[in-house]
């Protein structure tokens, strides 16, 4: 157990739909990561929060958005869903981030979305 | 840009010894990491190498050459339940990829008996 949480663990959905992905990271951790990993394309790294703010965006789609809420929780609203995006998302949490120091990001168990 | 490659499957014998290379370009490497994924789970952090040489770790070593872009993880004295999905990922310095994780696509071992 990485200490890490999401909800729902299973999300069965239509297209067109929106879905809210939640996560609660480890205690003491400031930093929040979201990842997608379906069958084809590997983990792929979304989209960072550092402590409320945004930090860091990889290939997210404008569909797609995040936040960090006062409490350190993260949530990932997906909206006009495709089938497409069914996968696996996880999320990550870490200490802080800091250049040359072992910043260990630990997943959550993930969200299985599908689209139907 | 970034790439990270690594072998697609691999096979290995309970009790033998094997490795999992990994080899990367990124812009504004920091440092590496070796996860490993059972199906559907997790990813479970085995390794982080920043500085050039091998990190020991009970039967997982992992080993850094920044100069090569290369890595690798070693696992000794196979077990069945080793049979999983090895992930390399590159850590990057700054910039707007600040703390991101680049991934390889993984490399499915399984051990037979």
């Known amino acids: 157990d990485s200490g890490v949480t999401q909800t729902p663990k299973h999300l069965i959905t239509a297209t067109g739909q929106r879905v809210t992905l939640r996560c609660s990271p480890r205690s003491g951790d400031l930093s929040v990561y979201w990842y997608q990993q379906s069958l084809d394309q590997g983990l792929q790294f979304l989209i960072q929060y550092y402590n409320g703010e945004e930090r860091a965006k990889g290939n997210i789609l404008e569909r797609f958005s995040a936040q960090q809420f006062p409490d350190l929780h993260s949530e990932l609203n997906l909206s006009s869903l495709e089938l497409g995006d069914s996968a696996l998302y996880f999320c990550?949490?870490?200490?802080?981030?800091?250049?040359?120091?072992?910043?260990?990001?630990?997943f959550g168990p993930g969200t299985r979305l599908t689209v139907l | 840009g970034q790439n990270i490659d690594q072998p697609t499957e691999m096979t290995a014998t309970e009790g033998a010894i094997v490795q999992i290379n990994c080899t990367y370009q990124t812009s504004g490497f920091n440092g590496l990491f070796w996860y490993q994924q059972h199906a559907g789970e997790a990813p479970t952090f085995l390794s982080y190498n920043v500085l050039d040489g091998l990190e020991e770790k009970g039967r997982f070593s992992s080993f850094l050459s920044r100069s090569k872009g290369y890595s690798y993880l070693l696992l000794k004295e196979l077990q069945m339940k080793d049979s999983a999905s090895y992930l390399c990922a590159a850590t990057h310095a700054g910039g707007t990829s600040y703390g991101k994780l680049t991934f390889g696509q993984g490399t499915i071992l399984t051990v037979h008996p």
């Open positions: 990550a949490s870490s200490v802080d981030v800091r250049v040359g120091a072992e910043d260990t990001q630990y």
